[in-house]
Nanobody, 126 residues
Framework: QVKLQESGPGLVTPSQTLSLTCTVS??????????WHWIRQPPGKGLEWMGV???????YYSPHLKSRTFIARDTPKNQVTLQLLSVTPEDTAVYFC??????????????????WGQGTLVTVAS
């Protein structure tokens, strides 16, 4: 059974970097499911796709967030990481990692993904 677990600090100071980790079990991020996504949901708003990293390490980002989003992977630890630079209170959201078998960009329908993590709330505040 494939499981995704997000982790990271629940509170980030404005202008700092938000760093999250998605730990994957039951599949290899390098040879199993092909694409590993980060998606977020601000309070009271819809889902926003942020970016994806493939099994080979290729990355694709939302044009809206591309300038300050970095997605990477730690293959030995089977983890996918997210860094969001220069955060503001508007970056407060529940952050999810999700897995898909095909390359899909900008999709926020949960049905398009094979697996989702439970999400982690990150609040940006001083």
């Amino acid at each position: 059974q494939v499981k995704l677990q997000e982790s990271g600090p629940g509170l980030v100071t404005p202008s700092q970097t938000l760093s999250l980790t998605c730990t994957v079990s039951g599949a290899s991020i390098a040879t199993g499911f092909d694409y590993w996504h980060w998606i977020r949901q601000p309070p009271g708003k819809g889902l926003e796709w942020m970016g994806v990293i493939s099994y080979s390490g290729s990355t694709y980002y939302s044009p809206h967030l591309k300038s300050r989003t970095f997605i990477a992977r730690d293959t030995p630890k089977n983890q996918v990481t997210l860094q969001l630079l220069s955060v503001t209170p508007e970056d407060t959201a529940v952050y999810f990692c999700a897995a898909s078998k095909t390359l899909i960009l900008g999709v926020t329908s949960k049905d398009a993904y094979e697996y989702w993590g439970q999400g982690t709330l990150v609040t940006v505040a001083s």
